[in-house]
């Protein structure tokens, strides 16, 4: 069956760095675009950042570009965000998701991990 | 960008009851809104997509509408189940990805 499980949140100092990463399983990973969504402690849903099946195009939200970078591997099936220069209100869980097809356009959002939490604190 | 409005925040409600929740869209757009389902401590789980098309699995008790003015966005639960006490979420995917809200349906 279709999984997706994040691993790499913990607690972080401002202005520090993090590494999230996301394996897959089941599906076939290379086919597929994916996103990461974080949802802050008692809040909504907030998109972060996507990238295409094979990585030629990656797309962030306004309040994290040009600190967050995504990436993938497709040989391992595994997709990352290394998150630099974190803030305060980067506080969230990082849900790791699965778009319907190929790129991010136009594509709604079908598996999600359970998502990992990053706490950035001084 | 395009901003989603959803409403009401909280809703209060009985098993059996007929529930409408609305989205609001800064810009009008075709088509490309989807409903999730989030229960505490869960992932989203996805239960329409294309404004109106059920996900695999998803009762049919759940239904998806817009307006002609392609602005305003309807989730509607036709008799209320206790599984459905969650927070609802509409999002946009014409350009980029934007979601409303959220609304928690709990029990009156």
């Known amino acids: 069956q279709v999984q997706v499980v994040e691993s790499g949140g913990g607690v972080v100092q401002p202005g520090r760095s993090l590494r999230l990463s996301c394996a897959a399983s089941g599906f076939s990973f290379s086919n597929y675009g994916m996103h990461w969504v974080r949802q802050a402690p008692g809040r909504g849903l907030e998109w972060v950042a996507v990238i295409w099946y094979d990585g030629s195009n990656k797309y962030y939200a306004d309040s994290v570009k040009g600190r967050f970078t995504v990436s993938r591997d497709n040989s391992n099936n595994t997709m990352f965000l290394q998150m630099n220069s974190l803030r305060v209100e980067d506080t969230a869980i990082y849900y790791c998701?699965?778009?319907?097809?190929?790129?991010?356009?136009?594509?709604?959002?079908?598996?999600w991990g359970q998502g990992t939490l990053v706490t950035v604190s001084s | 960008d395009i901003q989603m409005t959803q409403s009401p925040s909280t809703l209060s409600a009985n098993v059996g009851d007929r529930v409408t929740i609305t989205c609001r869209a800064s810009?009008?757009?075709?088509?490309?809104l989807a409903w999730y389902q989030q229960k505490p401590g869960k992932a989203p789980r996805l239960l329409i997509y294309?404004?109106?098309?059920?996900e695999s699995g998803v009762p049919s008790r759940f239904s998806g509408s817009a307006s002609e003015s392609g602005t305003e966005f309807t989730l509607t639960i036709s008799s209320l189940q206790p599984d459905d006490f969650a927070t609802y979420y509409c999002q946009q995917y014409n350009s980029y990805w934007t979601f409303g809200q959220g609304t928690k349906v709990e029990i009156k």
């Open positions: 998701v699965r778009t319907t097809g190929a790129t991010g356009a136009w594509l709604p959002f079908d598996f």
């Open positions: 810009q009008s757009f075709s088509n490309w």
């Open positions: 294309k404004t109106s098309t059920l």
